[in-house]
Nanobody, 119 residues
Framework: QVQLVESGGGLVQAGGSLRLSCSASGNTDCISTMAWYRQAPGKERELVAG???????NNADSVKGRFTISRDNAKNTLYLQMNSLKPGDAAVYYCIAFCVSWGASRDYWGTGTLVTVSS
C-alpha cells in the first residue's frame, strides 16, 4: 500500500502565497498520476490539479495562472504552489496517488491539510 501525508497548510491573507507538500511512502513504485483535491464546508470535493509521472499537468479553471502543481519522483513528493490566494480557495486540501497493478488502478488518499484565507 501507499501512505500519503500532506503538510504546509495554514492561515494566509487574500493575495498571499502558500506551498503544500505531499510525502508518499510504502509501495511508491506503483504510483503513476498524482493530484490535489479540495473540499470546503457545504461544497463538493473538486479537482484542483493533476500531474502524470512524466510531468504533464492539468489545472482547474478556477486556479489557472495562480497555482502550480509539480512533483519530485526521486523524493516521492508532490507539491502545490498557491499564489494570489482568494477567500474562495479556503478548504481542506487532499493529496491523491493513483497506483497501477494487474492492469487496474487503485487510489490512495492523504488525510488533508487545512488552508484558511482571510478577506
Amino acid at each position: 500500500q501507499v501512505q500519503l501525508v500532506e503538510s504546509g497548510g495554514g492561515l494566509v491573507q487574500a493575495g498571499g502565497s502558500l506551498r503544500l507538500s505531499c510525502s508518499a511512502s510504502g509501495n511508491t513504485d506503483c504510483i503513476s498520476t498524482m493530484a490535489w483535491y479540495r473540499q470546503a464546508p457545504g461544497k463538493e470535493r473538486e479537482l484542483v490539479a493533476g500531474i502524470t509521472e512524466g510531468g504533464t499537468t492539468n489545472n482547474a479553471d478556477s486556479v489557472k495562472g495562480r497555482f502550480t502543481i509539480s512533483r519530485d519522483n526521486a523524493k516521492n513528493t508532490l507539491y502545490l504552489q498557491m499564489n494570489s490566494l482568494k477567500p474562495g480557495d479556503a478548504a481542506v486540501y487532499y493529496c491523491i496517488a493513483f497506483c497501477v497493478s494487474w492492469g487496474a488502478s487503485r487510489d490512495y488518499w492523504g488525510t488533508g491539510t487545512l488552508v484558511t484565507v482571510s478577506s
